[in-house]
C-alpha cells in the first residue's frame, strides 16, 4: 500500500514539474482583440538565491566635531587599571633567604589589553651597590624568557605571572640599560581580570647589608 | 597579688598599644592605586589647518589622591610626527597641563588639543597619551618604611591611543590579504585567519562578518568580526571578539561533520563597499566514526556467534 502511494507521489511530481517547465504560450482572439501569452517557466525545485544578511553598519556619533575635524571611538567604553599597592616592603634581606612577595594588577576593559612593565635600575642600595637581576637556577632567564628559579643560593631579583610555568622567573627590563618596556600580561575583553605579578628578592653572603629600592613601573594599553 | 595583676595588665596594654600602632603604620602605606579613562581609543580624522580638540574623561577610582603625570609617546614615527606632537596638550577647562591630580573618586573631563598645521602632508600619526601615577606619591610612601627595610615601589600608567589622520581617507587601500581555514577537520572549534592589509597611507576600520553553511546550504554558524584599526601600511588579522588574542576568527562549534562553505562579508569602513569571499573544508569525526564501527563489528561478531551457538 505504501509502495503504491510512494509511486503515485512520484509520478505525480514529475508530471507536476514537467507540467510547469513546459508551459505553453496561449493564445485567445475574437474579431475585437487579441491576447497573447508568453512562455511562463516554473521550476519548482530551484533554490532561491538570498542575499548574505549583513548587520547595519554601526554609526555611533562622533565625540566631537569643529572646523575640519571630526572625532571618534570605536571602543566608547572606558579601561580601568588597579594596582593593590604602590609600595612593596621587603623588611630586612638576609643572605639565602628568599623574600617573596605579591601584587595584584586588576583591569576591566572591553576590548582587550595589555600590560607592559619595567623597572628603573636594579634594586639598589646606593649608586653602585645592586642586587643584580637573576638569571634563575640554570643562567637562562632573562627579559625575554622565563626558566626555573628555586635554588636558594641564585641570588638576584625577579618576577613570576600566572603566564610562567611554576617557580618560573623573569627579569624586569631596566630603563637605566635603555631597555624599552616589556609585555607582561595581554588579555581579551575582561570584567575585573586579576593578575598576580610575585616578585622575589634572594642575596648572598657578600651582599652588603642595607635598604635597597628599585621603581617597577606597569602601563596599560588598550588593544587599539 | 592585686600590684601583681595591675603590673600584668598595665603591661599587657602598653604591648597591645605599641603592636597595633606598629601595624596600622604599615598598613599606610599598602593603599591601592586605581584609574579609569574613557574612551579607550580616540580616532581623529582632520583636513587641516585645523585646531581640533578631543574629549576625554580620566577618573580616580581609588579613595587617596593621585598624582599623574602626563606623557606623549608615539607608537610609529614618521616625517610628521615629531612637528604635530609639538601641538599636542591635554587641557583641563582650555588650560595646558603637563600633570595632574586627582582627588579620591574624582573624574575629570578633559581635551586632547592638536594643532594641524595647514602645510602638513596628507598622513597618519599614532600616539599615546599616558597618565603615569607620580614617583612622589612612592616617595612619600617609602619614607614610612623600617630603617634598613627593602622595597619596591610601584607606578601604573594607563595609556590612550590616538590615531590621527590628516587628510582624506582611502577605504579603498585596505584589501582582504587571507582568508582560509584548515582543509579538513576532525572536530571544531574552527580557526579562520582573516588578515586585511592597508596599502594606503590612513588607518582603517574594517569589520565583518563569517557565515558557514552545510552542504544541505543552511546556514550554521556565524563569526562576528568587531571594528578592528588597520594602520597604514600594516597587516592584521582580524579575530572574533570571543579569542581577541588568538590570531584567528574562531567558530567554536564543536561536533562538525560534511561539508562546509564559509562566506565572509567584510566592509574597509562604515560607509565603504563590501567584500566577499568564500572558502569551503570538510569535517569528519575520524576518531569517533572508528570507535563507531569499531563497536558495531565487535556488536556483529557477537551476534553471529550467539546465533552460531543457537543454531548448533
Known amino acids: 500500500m505504501m509502495i503504491r502511494f510512494l509511486i503515485g507521489f512520484f509520478v505525480f511530481s514529475l508530471f507536476l514539474g514537467f507540467s510547469a517547465q513546459l508551459a505553453q504560450a496561449a493564445m485567445m482572439t475574437n474579431p475585437h482583440y487579441t491576447i497573447e501569452n508568453q512562455d511562463i517557466n516554473i521550476l519548482p525545485f530551484q533554490t532561491i538565491p538570498t542575499k548574505t544578511p549583513t548587520q547595519p553598519p554601526f554609526m555611533p556619533p562622533p565625540l566631537a566635531t569643529g572646523e575640519n575635524y571630526t572625532v571618534e571611538t570605536n571602543q566608547p567604553e572606558g579601561l580601568s587599571f588597579s594596582i593593590s599597592e604602590e609600595l612593596i616592603d621587603l623588611g630586612k634581606l638576609t643572605a639565602t633567604n628568599p623574600v617573596i612577595r605579591k601584587t595584584s594588577l586588576t583591569t576591566k576593559s572591553a576590548y582587550g589589553y595589555r600590560i607592559e612593565a619595567t623597572e628603573d635600575h636594579p634594586l639598589l642600595l646606593d649608586t653602585k651597590t645592586a642586587i643584580p637581576d637573576t638569571t634563575c637556577d640554570n643562567g637562562s632567564c632573562s627579559e625575554l624568557t622565563d626558566a626555573l628559579w628555586t635554588d636558594t643560593l641564585t641570588y638576584g631579583f625577579g618576577y613570576h605571572t600566572s603566564a610562567m610555568a611554576d617557580d618560573s622567573f623573569k627579569q624586569f627590563t631596566d630603563v637605566s640599560k635603555n631597555e624599552s618596556l616589556q609585555t607582561i600580561i595581554q588579555a581579551g575583553n575582561t570584567i575585573n581580570k586579576q593578575t598576580d605579578v610575585t616578585y622575589k628578592v634572594t642575596i648572598s653572603r657578600t651582599q652588603q647589608a642595607g635598604a ?13 | 597579688m592585686k600590684n601583681q595583676i595591675f603590673s600584668f595588665l598595665f603591661i599587657f596594654l602598653t604591648v597591645s598599644v605599641c603592636f597595633f600602632t606598629s601595624v596600622r603604620i604599615n598598613q599606610a602605606y599598602a593603599d591601592s592605586i586605581s584609574l579609569k579613562i574613557s574612551p ?34 608615539p607608537f610609529k614615527q614618521n616625517s610628521t610626527t615629531n612637528t604635530i606632537l609639538q601641538t599636542v596638550q591635554v587641557a583641563d577647562n582650555g588650560i595646558a597641563q603637563s600633570s595632574l591630580s586627582l582627588g579620591p573618586q574624582q573624574q575629570k573631563k578633559l581635551d586632547l588639543s592638536i594643532i594641524l598645521p595647514k602645510n602638513i602632508p596628507p598622513t597618519d600619526t599614532y600616539f599615546s597619551v599616558i597618565f603615569l601615577t607620580s614617583q612622589q606619591d612612592t616617595n612619600n610612601a617609602s619614607s614610612s618604611l623600617d630603617e634598613g627595610s627593602s622595597s619596591i615601589a610601584e607606578r601604573i600608567g594607563i595609556a590612550l591611543p590616538v590615531l590621527l589622520t590628516s587628510g582624506e581617507s582611502d577605504p579603498q587601500s585596505g584589501f582582504l590579504d587571507t582568508f582560509s581555514s584548515p582543509i579538513f577537520l576532525q572536530a571544531g572549534p574552527v580557526p579562520f585567519t582573516v588578515r586585511i592589509s592597508n596599502t594606503g597611507t590612513h588607518f582603517i576600520s574594517p569589520r565583518g562578518v563569517i557565515f558557514i553553511k552545510n552542504m544541505f546550504g543552511q546556514t550554521v554558524g556565524r563569526v562576528d568580526l568587531p571594528e578592528t584599526n588597520v594602520l597604514a601600511g600594516t597587516t592584521r588579522s582580524l579575530t572574533s571578539l570571543e579569542q581577541p588574542l588568538s590570531d584567528h576568527a574562531v567558530w567554536s562549534e564543536k561536533f ?13 569602513s562604515s560607509s565603504g563597499s ?19 564501527f569499531v563497536v558495531i563489528i565487535i556488536a556483529l561478531s557477537l551476534i553471529l556467534r550467539i546465533k552460531k551457538k543457537l543454531s548448533d
Open chain 1, 212 to 224: 635597597y629600592h628599585n621603581v617597577v613601573t606597569y602601563i596599560l594599553t588598550p588593544n587599539y
Open chain 2, 40 to 73: 579607550s581609543v580616540l580616532q581623529i580624522h582632520a583636513t587641516p589647518p585645523a585646531a581640533i580638540k578631543a574629549p576625554f574623561t580620566i577618573e580616580n577610582l581609588g579613595s587617596s589622591p593621585v598624582h599623574l603625570t602626563i606623557i606623549f609617546k
Open chain 2, 256 to 268: 562538525l561533520l560534511g561539508f562546509y562553505t564559509a562566506t565572509i562579508s567584510i566592509a574597509m
Open chain 2, 274 to 292: 563590501l567584500y566577499t569571499r568564500s572558502i569551503h573544508f570538510i569535517a569528519f569525526p575520524t576518531t569517533f566514526l572508528l570507535i563507531f
